[in-house]
Each structure stands twice: as C-alpha cells, then as structure tokens.
Antibody, heavy 116, light 113 residues
Framework: EVQLVESGGGLVQPGGSLRLSCAAS????????MHWVRQGPGKGLTWVSR????????TYADSVKGRFTISRDNAKSTLYLEMNSLRGEDTAVYYC?????????WGQGTLVTVSS | DVVMTQSPLSLPVTLGQPASISCRSS???????????LNWFQQRPGQSPRRLIY???NRDSGVPDRFSGSGSGTDFTLKISRVEAEDVGVYYC??????????FGQGTKLEIK
C-alpha cells in the first residue's frame, strides 16, 4: 500500500523559512516523479512543484519560483520542500503526491501558517 | 497556462439521483502522443484528495462503477449514476497534458439535498 507521510509544517513569521518532508513507502520511490500541491484555507488545490525520479528535472509554479526548492533522497525514500521568504499567501496545507503517469496518491498533508 | 473551468460550483443532489460535473479547458488536452491527460479528484470533508479518474475515463482501483468520466478536446464530464451519502465532498478536474504548471478546476461542491 502506498503511504505518504508529510511533516515539518508549523507557524512561521513572514520572511521566514521552513522545510517540509514526506516519507514514502509501499512503492519503488525512485521510479516515480513526486509533487507538492497546496490548499489554502477554504480554497482549492494549487500545484506547487514537481521532481522526477532521478531529480534531474525540477519544475515550479511561478508563485514559488526562486523561493521554494524541491528535492529528494531516494536512499531514504523521502521528498522535501525547502521554503524561504515565506509570505502570508503561502499559508496552506501542503500535500505530497506520487505521480504514476499523473498525480495519483496523496499524503494527509501538513499545515504551514505564515503569520506574525 | 491552461485554465480549467468547472460548472456548477455547487451541486445539490437527492440521494439516488444522478449528478454531472462539467470541466472545460482553455486549450485542447490531447497530447501529441495520442493520450488526453484529464483527471478527476474527490475530496471528502476533512480528507485528502483521492483520484477517481485518469486519462478522461479510466477509473482508479477501488472507485465504484457509478463514477464515470467522458469527453475529449476541451470538454469533459464526470458523472455519478446514483449519488450516495459518501459521495459528499468537493470534486476537482486537473490537467496534466500541458505542464508546468499542472492546473486544477475551481472545484464543485456536491451536497445532499
């Protein structure tokens, strides 16, 4: 069974930084691209970033480009999202998503709140 | 960027009755490889999203056969043949043909009348 468990969320001040992690299990991690997708409070789903299986291709939404960095450690089956220069509009639940031809399996999410 | 537009945004349905959600894209979602990468997700209250349909009409494992997807080009539909109480939630279409970025519709909230 595919399992994705996010962690690292919390309260951070504007301009601050946070690193999210996603521990994956139940599948061959390095064979799958992975995504981060976020959902603001009471809002819809917004794609944030994608990384392919060997981390040679990284893509970002314009709203986070230059501030967020996606990475992965295939030996640890873990996905990361380094978030810098955080803004109020980054407040959201962040989901880790496995790609299996398209985004398929979602974690439970971790809440990031950017506020002073 | 491809804009995904869903309608209606709110869908009250009587138990046992059918429901239909439309999703339109601002450009054709047909990929040059012949596939069309249009997906449907369900998000029940308090839960993470779950994929129901991929490539327009393929149901994911464990998805009841009362859910069906159809369409082509820029017009797509998710149908529920007979709504059950567990179907309450928000439904999103998402395109993965022209990326980045991957783009979602605004969501359609299905509730029981």
């Amino acid at each position: 069974e595919v399992q994705l468990v996010e962690s690292g969320g919390g309260l951070v001040q504007p301009g601050g930084s946070l690193r999210l992690s996603c521990a994956a299990s139940g599948f061959t991690f390095n064979r799958h691209p992975m995504h981060w997708v976020r959902q603001g409070p009471g809002k819809g789903l917004t794609w944030v970033s994608r990384i392919d299986g060997d981390a040679t291709s990284l893509t970002y939404a314009d709203s986070v480009k230059g501030r967020f960095t996606i990475s992965r450690d295939n030996a640890k089956s873990t996905l990361y999202l380094e978030m810098n220069s955080l803004r109020g509009e980054d407040t959201a639940v962040y989901y880790c998503v496995r790609d299996n031809g398209a985004p398929e399996n979602w974690g439970q999410g971790t809440l990031v709140t950017v506020s002073s | 960027d491809v804009v995904m537009t869903q309608s209606p945004l709110s869908l009250p349905v009587t138990l046992g009755q059918p429901a239909s959600i439309s999703c339109r894209s601002s450009q054709s979602l047909a990929h040059r490889n012949g596939n069309t990468y249009l997906n449907w997700f369900q998000q029940r209250p308090g839960q993470s999203p779950r994929r129901l349909i991929y490539q327009v009409s393929n149901r994911d494992s464990g998805v009841p056969d009362r859910f069906s997807g159809s369409g082509s080009g820029t017009d797509f539909t998710l149908k529920i043949s007979r709504v059950e109480a567990e179907d309450v939630g928000v439904y999103y279409c998402m395109q993965s043909t022209h990326w980045p970025p991957y783009t979602f519709g605004q969501g359609t909230k299905l509730e029981i009348k």
